[in-house]
T-cell receptor
Framework: AQTVTQSQPEMSVQEAETVTLSCTYD???????LFWYKQPPSRQMILVIR??????QNATENRFSVNFQKAAKSFSLKISDSQLGDAAMYFC???????????????FGKGTHLIIQP | GAGVSQSPRYKVTKRGQDVALRCDPI?????LYWYRQALGQGPEFLTY????????KSGLPNDRFSAERPEGSISTLTIQRTEQRDSAMYRC?????????????FGPGTRLTVL
């Protein structure tokens, strides 16, 4: 079974600064997808960014980018020019490219609570 | 358009009672997923449907938990003889198709409290 580890329960950053959230995962598969989800105080789950394992190029979405290191099984999220609205729980998630045995669902880490200081 | 909706948003029940949680996916979305999120944890996969067929229920904790999606749209997650350890946020998500790259859109969740 796959596991996702987020080793930073909480991170704090000054507004307008850059912050990096860490995520590592364990899998024996070669084909999979990785995601970062944001959960603001409203408790919604919002997709921030997605990375296909077969793509070497790191995904970017405006101020959000990832550093995907497949050999190291690492998938960190960088938030540039942090804004007050970025304050939330951030979850890293893994999904297999296969089916069955729970592979169809997302496997989430425990989350990192991001605090933005004005 | 409308997103994924869930009802009720909050449910308080007494231990031993049955509860039914409803999920209304985005119109046209083929796949529907159920997750459970305990406080301070990430969501945990429970089960998933492709149209009306339950494709994977390996994440259901025990046989008190069941789910159905009889017409391939609305789904109901039922917990029988609830226990205090069942207290959690229950989330539903839907996606256009079953392919792994399809984004799963999450509903607001149902907060279940078992007294």
């Amino acid at each position: 079974a796959q596991t996702v580890t987020q080793s930073q329960p909480e991170m704090s950053v000054q507004e307008a600064e850059t912050v990096t959230l860490s995520c590592t995962y364990d899998t024996s598969e070669s084909d999979y997808y990785l995601f970062w989800y944001k959960q603001p105080p409203s408790r919604q789950m919002i997709l921030v960014i997605r990375q296909e394992a077969y793509k070497q190029q790191n995904a970017t979405e405006n101020r959000f980018s990832v550093n995907f290191q497949k050999a190291a099984k690492s998938f960190s999220l960088k938030i540039s020019d942090s804004q007050l609205g970025d304050a939330a729980m951030y979850f890293c998630a893994y999904r297999s490219a296969n089916s069955g045995g729970g592979a169809d669902g997302l496997t989430f880490g425990k989350g990192t609570h991001l605090i933005i200081q004005p | 358009g409308a997103g994924v909706s869930q009802s009720p948003r909050y449910k308080v029940t007494k231990r031993g009672q049955d509860v039914a949680l409803r999920c209304d996916p985005i119109s046209g979305h083929v796949s529907l997923y159920w997750y459970r999120q305990a406080l301070g944890q990430g969501p945990e996969f429970l089960t998933y449907f492709n149209y009306e067929a339950q494709q994977d229920k390996s994440g259901l904790p025990n046989d008190r938990f069941s789910a159905e999606r009889p017409e391939g749209s609305i789904s109901t997650l039922t917990i029988q003889r609830t226990e205090q350890r069942d207290s959690a946020m229950y989330r539903c998500a839907s996606s256009l198709g079953t392919a792994s790259y399809n984004e799963q859109f999450f509903g607001p969740g149902t907060r279940l409290t078992v007294l």
